[in-house]
T-cell receptor
Framework: GAGVSQTPSNKVTEKGKYVELRCDPI?????LYWYRQSLGQGPEFLIY????????DSGLPNDRFFAVRPEGSVSTLKIQRTERGDSAVYLC?????????????FGPGTRLTVL | SQKIEQNSEALNIQEGKTATLTCNYT??????LQWYRQDPGRGPVFLLL?????KEKRKERLKVTFDTTLKQSLFHITASQPADSATYLC???????????FGAGTILRVKS
């Protein structure tokens, strides 16, 4: 089947605006993760969902960032009052189960640019 | 503080040689460690996972070692090819929940 998809692939916005980034995980994958990657760095964990609930949101940088996964499949990462420092590639990943020794399947990412 | 360090400089090698990439960590006790490949403009792709009680894992031309005493993992690509050119990321898994902590990655360039 299809891999993890993310939309949009690119998003340019102005400082202070609100943005939503969408992730479609692999069908049947119960675990979903959001990461943020800056140039020259590895992905940085933001939040992890097991089913519909956020099991670990310790990586969200502040309360401007919020994510939902209402039906346990598609997830949306929401950023309010965007700042230039939010510019990065936002990656989504899914895995068949949480815990254990499972590989994560990553999407291509959404490149967010805040002007 | 917790750190994951990978070769900061790009690794340039000749086709056919073995590439060896290093991942060192401090102040972690990972249950296991994963290696990913990332091409420009793409998301990381899983390559290998090694558990804390395993010394070595192989898959085709790839080999990973894991030394929990030295707090180090080595990633080897034998008979390297130009198509192996990419950024290679190591990631520590903190156990339940699969939260991954990534290193900054090492750029590998294989020249023909």
């Amino acid at each position: 089947g299809a891999g993890v998809s993310q939309t949009p692939s690119n998003k340019v916005t102005e400082k202070g605006k609100y943005v939503e980034l969408r992730c479609d995980p692999i069908s049947g994958h119960t675990a979903l993760y959001w990461y943020r990657q800056s140039l020259g760095q590895g992905p940085e964990f933001l939040i992890y969902f097991q089913g519909t609930g956020a099991a670990d949101d310790s990586g969200l940088p502040n309360d401007r960032f919020f994510a939902v996964r209402p039906e346990g499949s598609v997830s949306t990462l929401k950023i309010q009052r965007t700042e230039r420092g939010d510019s990065a590639v936002y990656l989504c990943a899914s895995s068949s189960t949480s815990g254990g020794y499972n590989e994560q399947f990553f999407g291509p990412g959404t490149r967010l640019t805040v002007l | 503080s917790q750190k994951i360090e990978q070769n900061s400089e790009a690794l340039n090698i000749q086709e056919g040689k073995t590439a060896t990439l290093t991942c060192n960590y401090t102040n972690y006790s990972p249950a296991y460690l994963q290696w990913y490949r990332q091409d420009p403009g793409r998301g990381p792709v899983f390559l290998l996972l090694i558990r804390e009680n395993e010394k070595e894992k192989r898959k085709e031309r790839l080999k990973v070692t894991f030394d929990t005493t030295l707090k180090q993992s080595l990633f080897h690509i034998t008979a390297s090819q130009p198509a192996d050119s990419a950024t290679y990321l190591c990631a520590l898994d903190k156990g339940y929940g699969n939260k991954l902590v990534f290193g900054a990655g090492t750029i590998l360039r294989v020249k023909s």
